[in-house]
């Protein structure tokens, strides 16, 4: 039988030989032969609400509901979430994510701040993904009117062989015809952007999604913000676009920034626009609250 000091050298030696193995290996397939990440792009972005008792009462118990980022797309992944208060992290059927916070004890004036820091991955080029039901991106919906007659007449006009073609003549029909009107509040969806021949970032993207849709073309609206590096996400910012999808992968349209298939990494989606009956945010495209004497605005 080894004594003790013999066997804890053999079992050091062993280790140590382990160790050199795997050391080796990494010097003989080094991370450049290595399998490339998906989503090579590393990105920061933060965000914030205040949440204000405007009253002279306490509120004892009032809920807050923000979007956070979408957990994958073709070119995004949230790898990792940090947040300022404790959060149930609710996820819908379209891939959407949302932060879900029981505030109690607000005190009569007081507001408190709530802090999101999301570490995400992006990709330059999109990733196939797998697409559970492409049928509900095809579908007439409240702001898509792919049905109606004078959409599906302009859509006629528009279709190719190819889905790709399809979707960049629409892309480029809609830059022509329609003239950008500065923000608007209130969604007004396709039919109004076809009529006017004027709309904001969400018309553009309601009215291209529908033509596409109308060729059968799978499209869905975006919403998020546009980034090139760390940032310090602010509402002023947020934009609406459009993806479509050309049977291999979703591709990126922002009509209202003239943006084709350009510069997919910079697009920090937060929310897919599509109908979700499991929707937390219930229409909501940013935020929603309840609670009576509660006002919840998003900073910067």
């Given at each position: 039988m080894l004594r003790l000091p013999v066997r804890r050298h053999i079992i050091f030696f062993l280790?140590?030989?382990?160790?050199?193995?795997?050391?080796?290996?990494?010097?003989?397939y080094p991370?450049?032969?290595?399998a490339p990440s998906p989503y090579p792009i590393q990105r920061t972005v933060q965000y914030a609400f205040t949440l204000q008792n405007q009253t002279n009462r306490l509120i004892e118990r009032a809920e807050f509901w923000a979007a956070g980022p979408v957990k994958e797309t073709a070119t995004q992944r949230c790898d990792r979430l940090e947040v300022s208060h404790p959060y149930q992290l609710i996820s819908d059927d379209l891939g959407n994510q949302v932060l879900f916070?029981?505030?109690?004890?607000?005190?009569?004036?007081?507001s408190r701040i709530i802090t999101v820091t999301a570490h995400m991955s992006f990709s330059p080029v999109p990733n196939r993904l797998v697409v559970k039901d492409t049928e509900r991106y095809l579908s007439p919906e409240p702001f898509y009117e792919a049905d109606a007659p004078e959409l599906t007449r302009v859509a006629a006009g528009l279709k190719s062989n190819r889905p790709m073609e399809s979707a960049e003549k629409t892309f480029q029909w809609v830059v022509s015809n329609v003239a950008y009107s500065g923000y608007t509040r209130n969604d007004r969806g396709a039919l109004y952007a076809l009529?006017?021949?004027?709309?904001?970032?969400?018309?553009?993207m309601y009215l291209f999604a529908a033509l596409c849709r109308a060729n059968r073309?799978?499209?869905?609206?975006m919403g998020g913000f546009v980034c090139t590096q760390n940032a310090l996400l602010r509402p002023s910012e947020y934009h609406n676009w459009a993806e479509f999808h050309d049977g291999k992968v979703w591709r990126i349209a922002d009509?209202?920034?003239?943006?084709f298939m350009k510069d997919p990494s910079h697009y920090v989606a937060m929310r897919v626009i599509a109908k979700s009956s499991q929707d937390p945010l219930a229409g909501f495209h940013r935020f929603r609250y309840s609670g009576e004497g509660l006002k919840v605005r998003m900073n910067g």
């Open positions: 280790t140590l030989l382990g160790s050199l193995l795997i050391l080796a290996e990494a010097l003989r991370a450049a032969h290595r916070f029981e505030i109690r004890n607000l005190p009569p004036f007081s009529r006017k021949k004027e709309a904001d970032c969400t018309e553009f073309i799978p499209a869905r609206g009509p209202q920034r003239k943006a």
